[in-house]
């Protein structure tokens, strides 16, 4: 590549790249002044600063229950996924199991299915136990979704664990439990929590199953939004955008915080 090919490559990969980010920004800065208008209707910008659309949505039991849905089963899911996704990784990272790779990539199956795919199969699969619009089905899909990221988390603090460490706790007496519970684990700690926050984001944020497998009395807040943006077209919607956008930013930003004190370490 020549010289001025490769400075205009430096400079139009950035250019593209910014580009794309406030493209995708662009939606999220109108909505947010939108959040405080005074509360009859879309009003861009707003005549009138006002706190009535936040107002309403945490009034409204509608729009507040399926915030606490949300939270509930976001919450439920991070416990789950760490419980289920810690020790599956280091199992498959650290013992000599016959088919790893195959079970490492039967867990990584919902990564590679489309989330549409995804839903549906778990709707024709619920629907003849009855158990769809029930916690328990959204719990399970949304810890199915959410596995794959813990694994990935904790995946990758292990690789940078010294393993002679675990060794030298085996040659000197201790079992292997409190090697993983006393050496291993608070090794692991930026892992675990930035997985469980991934998994908790992945749950609060997640609509095309939740669509599938709930019903109006399990229904999230992103399934409201999205109800309400084919039914009812609320301003409150705007509100609940904007809270669940600085919400979801803010566990972002904790994500890479963790994830960089992971690679510090």
């Not at 490769?6 to 950035?14: C, E, Q, S």
């Not at 299915?113 to 009855?130: D, E, M, R, T």
């Amino acid at each position: 590549m020549t010289r001025p090919l490769r400075i205009a490559a430096v400079f139009f990969v950035p250019v593209v790249a910014w580009a794309c980010y406030l493209f995708l920004l662009l939606p999220s800065v109108i909505v947010f002044p939108i959040s405080f208008g005074t509360g009859g209707e879309f009003e861009f910008p707003p005549r009138a600063l006002s706190l009535g659309l936040y107002q309403q949505f945490f009034t409204d039991a509608a729009w507040w229950g399926a915030m606490m849905q949300s939270l509930m089963i976001a919450l439920m899911t991070a416990l789950a996924t760490t419980v289920l996704g810690l020790p599956a990784a280091y199992a498959l990272q650290r013992a000599r199991l016959s088919g790893a790779g195959l079970i490492n990539g039967f867990i990584m199956g919902p990564l590679l299915v489309p989330v549409i795919v995804l839903g549906l199969g778990l709707y024709l699969q619920f629907a003849p136990w009855n158990l769809l619009n029930r916690d328990i089905s959204l719990f399970l899909s949304h810890t199915m979704l959410a596995v794959p990221f813990m694994m990935i988390s904790v995946g990758a603090s292990l690789r940078h664990l010294d393993p002679t460490l675990e060794n030298a706790a085996l040659i000197m007496g201790a079992s292997k439990p409190a090697i993983f519970f006393k050496v291993v684990l608070p090794q692991l700690k930026a892992g675990i929590a930035a997985g469980a926050l991934f998994a908790f984001l992945i749950s609060f944020d997640e609509v095309i199953v939740a669509y599938f497998v709930t019903g109006p009395e399990t229904q999230t807040l992103p399934v409201k939004m999205y109800s309400a943006m084919r039914w009812e077209l609320s301003p409150v919607i705007a509100a609940a955008s904007t809270l669940v956008t600085v919400f979801s930013i803010l566990l972002a930003i904790g994500i890479m915080m963790l994830q960089r004190k992971e690679e510090q370490r």
